[in-house]
């Protein structure tokens, strides 16, 4: 798609003298740009002489002879590129438009067929009843989930972002600096910031993992299957006591299906819950009707005479009926494509620093995708929440066009909320920041309230909170990244949520 903005000789001309006088202001004031080749009309030369890679001065925006006709050069160049339509990506845009960096520069090339939204609806909100006021789009648009404006189609055209749907990366050549979409489309970026997220863990094809009535959820596609399976369904089985699984379960309640949960873990949520937590969620979730088998996984899931989803066949032997599967069993980072960036393979996702740079100069990667260093706990990590997505996106594009140099400093946070549509007796919303490592207190009955503490060498690392005020769910992050000295045996004998909070309060203090 040629862009408007672009097909004059005139200007052409004016964009390309305010690139070189970019670059000019970046040598003065030593910008981080300056260190990653930012220049869509100057695109790196490629050579095999590395030492000219690594030199800022060497990828800097500075004119060079032109060897390309302006029309395809119009047509083929652009000075960002956004490679993926989530979350990450609608915050990057945003904040591209805030340094008044996205008119006629910023590109999105997505797999997706919408404007990019917040993701978490899709297993929350977007799967209430349908009489009960459920999520759909342009409600859910980036970026209403921190409070900010809804990104419609509309406001990407009148940002003058160009955006290219359901046509997502085939190749990329890092020497070239191009890009090749499935359609066959030619793009050649100044930088780049790869925002693919992640994709669903699928079950394999030899054990029905493709069968008629068997749903994964990372799309809206994949949500609007899984509503118009329901709308038939009488029996749901949920693969996996994570997330999806916990959350998909509570929307299948709503829907009054006969709901069961399989896992092969002791308990739910088995990465963050103590057992302890777990077994109040579990018997709130049964109090529902959904019923729990655990420590077994599934051997298979059997298809009936008509080809669909007929029963789970589990390891111990026992066969559960079903019309309908949910599997949520995990999910992988998007990047395959992207071998010669640089992967992690200890904990996937694409190898950065501190400001999202990989090892090629002027190519960067965000949110799920990325595998960047967690800076409160000394170590390499990759979270697949949407948290990290908004905040990394933001980091990786404010340290691009400025001269900010600061490392990424995030504070790991997990959240979730089930049971919020109308005439359910009680709606869950927890938070949890920090690390859970150490031991744990745990204080409350969970009526609704319940708070767990997590503690490692007299140090509070981590808190959860279920059913807290807004002033309560605001001091969590505060004690996490603080890591006060806490005295344990005093937390132990507080008599209810809000006793204990004001210790763990009180110990900022100390």
Not at 41 to 62: D, E, K, V, Y
Not at 92 to 108: E, N, P, Q, S, Y
Not at 197 to 216: C, E, F, M, Q, W
Request: charged letters at 25%; proline letters at 5%.
């Amino acid at each position: 798609m040629i862009n408007p903005r672009c097909t004059s000789t005139s200007r052409l001309r004016i964009t390309m003298a305010s690139a070189v006088r970019r670059a000019t202001m970046a040598s003065s004031s030593n910008l981080i740009s300056l260190k990653h080749g930012l220049s869509l009309w100057c695109p790196r030369i490629a050579s095999g002489n590395q030492s000219s890679r690594s030199s800022p001065m060497a990828t800097a925006s500075f004119p060079r002879r032109f060897t390309v006709s302006a029309a395809s050069f119009a047509n083929e160049n652009r000075e960002f590129v956004i490679v993926g339509g989530g979350n990450a990506a609608g915050y990057a845009a945003r904040t591209f438009v805030d340094h008044g960096m996205a008119d006629g520069k910023l590109c999105i090339v997505s797999k997706e067929a919408y404007a990019p939204y917040e993701r978490p609806a899709l297993t929350k909100g977007y799967l209430f009843p349908l009489d009960k006021k459920p999520a759909r789009l342009p409600g859910f648009h980036t970026c209403v989930g921190s409070g900010g404006e809804r990104q419609t189609p509309d406001w990407y055209k009148e940002k003058g972002i160009e955006t290219l749907y359901e046509d997502p990366v085939a190749k990329i050549d890092t020497e070239k600096q191009t890009l090749t979409t499935n359609s066959g489309k030619l793009l050649k970026y100044g930088s780049l910031i790869i925002a693919t997220g992640s994709t669903a863990t699928r079950l394999p094809d030899k054990i029905g993992g493709n069968l008629p009535g068997v749903h994964y959820i990372r799309d809206v596609a994949d949500a609007d299957a899984l509503i118009s399976s329901w709308e038939k369904a009488k029996k749901v089985v949920v693969v996996g006591g994570g997330y999806i699984g916990m959350e998909v379960a509570a929307a299948a309640v709503g829907w009054k299906l006969d709901t069961t949960v399989i896992f092969p873990e002791e308990h739910v949520m088995k990465r963050l819950f103590t057992p302890s937590l777990a077994q109040k969620y579990e018997e709130l979730y049964r109090n529902y009707g959904v019923k729990f088998v655990k420590g077994t996984s599934m051997k298979n899931i059997e298809a009936g005479s008509d080809g669909r989803v007929a029963a789970v066949k589990l390891e111990n032997g026992s066969v559960i009926e079903a019309d309908t599967v949910v599997v949520g069993i995990g999910a992988k980072p998007a990047v395959n494509l992207f071998e010669s960036v640089g992967l992690n393979h200890t904990v996937g996702g694409i190898e950065v620093d501190g400001q999202f740079r990989t090892k090629i100069p002027g190519i960067f990667a965000v949110g799920d995708a990325a595998a960047f260093p967690l800076k409160i706990y000394d170590r390499i990590t990759r979270v697949e929440h949407v948290d990290h997505a908004r905040q990394s996106a933001q980091h990786c594009v404010k340290s691009l066009l400025t001269a900010n140099s600061a490392t990424y400093d995030y504070l790991p946070y997990f959240y979730s909320r089930v049971f919020e549509y109308e005439g359910t007796p009680r709606k869950v919303w927890w938070q949890f920041f920090g690390d859970n490592v150490g031991e744990t207190v745990e204080i409350g009955k969970f009526d609704p309230k319940v708070a767990t503490f997590w503690i490692d060498s007299g140090k509070l690392k981590g808190v959860l909170l279920e059913s807290g005020s807004p002033e309560e769910f605001q001091l969590l992050p505060k004690l996490a990244r603080d890591q006060p000295s806490i005295d344990k045996t005093k937390l132990q004998k507080a008599s209810t949520v809000e006793e204990a909070l004001d210790i763990a309060r009180a110990s900022l203090e100390s």
